[in-house]
């Protein structure tokens, strides 16, 4: 038997002190899978979500391939009822300087009605949007449920396919809704409907066998960061469009973005122009941007007067939909060789890569979905947005389960500083996610059941 809305509502909020706590515990958890931390951490998360995953009365198993540990939960459906595959993610991003931050990331404080620390918003407040909807429905849920946490897609979800492939038929599900995204404002929810790919790749350029001084020889002599600080300048044109050839974009994003929202929200300081060209959609969702993250060169404290030999840049290559991360990658590489100055010798290796994906959010599920976030709005239309950022693995599960609707949504806002200092969540807007998921859960019920 169904229930209300006003009765999953009333259900929802009264798991709410709960569903906060648990949150909070695992933000305290600092599970980070990059090389060089401690992954013991990463084992402690995600046997705290698996007994989160028990305490719904899900079936439930840590699993590994060669990566970290992921958490699959499954509770059978109902006869002739569909079943909803749940991913979020229980590993976060590192923290960067702790300096930056306003109170300790692993820590969570509450200010202005946002929860502060790490993984508060990505993506263990996912993880736990996913348990406030099993816990609202209690014995009475009216789908199947599998729910998948994973442990690594902050660092690159290398053992995801392995994953994905062996545990297919566990997997296998009607609807698949990823909290993994946003929405696009605070009171306005959203479908993410693209998202762009990624090409991370290292580009270091040589020119003298060791370092030298720079006094006896600056002036015939190129120095490295100087050649390189020109190859990376050949990247962008003057108004700083990407310059390369061979990369895919295309205009006519539906949705308007103020600029002075966008920079407002970018933090922005005062004078710096935005660079690049047509509405903030177009550069953020539909074309790609290409960015320098990091340069390995001497600290300015510490530099000698010496030409330097050597000196390499980590790029980031976000990709528009449509585009291929090979071909990309391969132009990408071209552009760099033709280009590099004075006949210095480049190398370029590739670190990683990730397909752009475009969903055709129509069908009985995504209307399901659509009225869920109305109802848990109060009304509000959902907005149906792109997402600049990259999430790779959506185009594998497009793959491997072609007939499942893949929904992704999310319980982050445009000040959810997300992989960066003082990551928060917002309280409110987090209990209307989570009332919404209970709704998709009874829509996607009473739509698709036979």
């Not at 962008?236 to 295309?250: C, K, N, Q």
């Amino acid at each position: 038997m169904s229930l209300s809305e006003t009765d999953l509502r009333a259900a929802v909020a009264r798991e709410m002190p709960g569903v906060r706590a648990d949150l909070e515990r695992l933000v305290r958890i600092p599970g980070i899978a990059f090389e060089g931390f401690d992954h013991s951490h990463v084992e402690r998360s995600a046997e705290a979500v698996a007994e989160l995953l028990r305490g719904c009365g899900l079936d439930t198993q840590i699993v590994r391939r060669g990566g970290q540990p992921a958490v699959i939960g499954h509770r059978a459906a109902p006869e002739g009822a569909p079943t909803v595959l749940l991913y979020a993610h229980h590993d976060v991003q590192p923290v960067g300087d702790p300096a930056l931050w306003s109170s300790d990331p692993f820590e969570p404080v509450e200010r202005d009605g946002r929860l502060y620390g790490r993984g508060a918003a990505d993506d263990k407040a996912g993880v736990m949007a996913h348990v406030a909807a099993l816990r609202a429905f209690g014995d009475q849920l009216p789908v199947g449920v599998v729910v998948f946490v994973e442990g690594e897609e902050e660092y690159g979800s290398d053992s995801l396919d392995a994953i994905l492939e062996e545990f297919r038929e566990v997997l296998r599900s009607d609807v698949i809704v990823i909290a993994d995204s946003g929405n696009w404002d605070i009171g306005q929810p959203a479908l993410t409907t693209s998202l762009r790919g990624l090409v991370n790749l290292f580009a270091e350029v040589k020119v003298l066998k060791s370092a030298v001084h720079s006094g006896m020889f600056g002036g015939p002599v190129p120095d490295a960061l100087t050649t390189l600080a020109r190859l990376l300048a050949t990247l962008h044109d003057e108004s700083g469009e990407v310059a390369v050839d061979g990369l895919i974009g295309r205009e006519g994003a539906s949705v308007d973005y103020p600029a002075d929202r966008f920079r407002h929200e970018a933090g922005m300081l005062d004078g710096v122009e935005l660079v690049g060209k047509g509405s903030i959609t177009d550069r953020i969702w539909t074309k790609p941007s290409i960015s320098v993250l990091g340069i390995d060169a001497p600290r300015t404290f510490e530099a000698a007067n010496a030409l330097q030999p050597t000196a390499k840049a980590k790029i980031g290559v976000r990709l528009a939909p449509g585009d291929d991360p090979k071909s990309a990658y391969a132009a990408i590489r071209a552009h760099l060789e033709k280009h590099v100055p004075w006949g210095a010798h480049v190398e370029v290796t590739l670190e990683s890569d990730g397909s752009p994906c475009v969903i055709d959010a129509t069908g009985p599920a995504y209307d399901a979905a659509r009225a869920a976030f109305r109802s848990a709005w109060d009304g509000t239309e959902p907005v149906d947005m792109g997402v600049g950022g990259s999430i790779p693995f959506i185009a594998t599960f497009q793959d491997l389960f072609p007939q499942a609707a893949i929904l992704v949504t999310g319980v982050e806002d445009p000040y959810s500083g997300a992989h960066g200092p003082d990551e928060s969540l917002h309280l409110g807007e987090f209990e209307r996610v989570c009332v919404a998921e209970a709704f998709l859960l009874q829509n996607v019920a009473a739509t698709l059941t036979r």
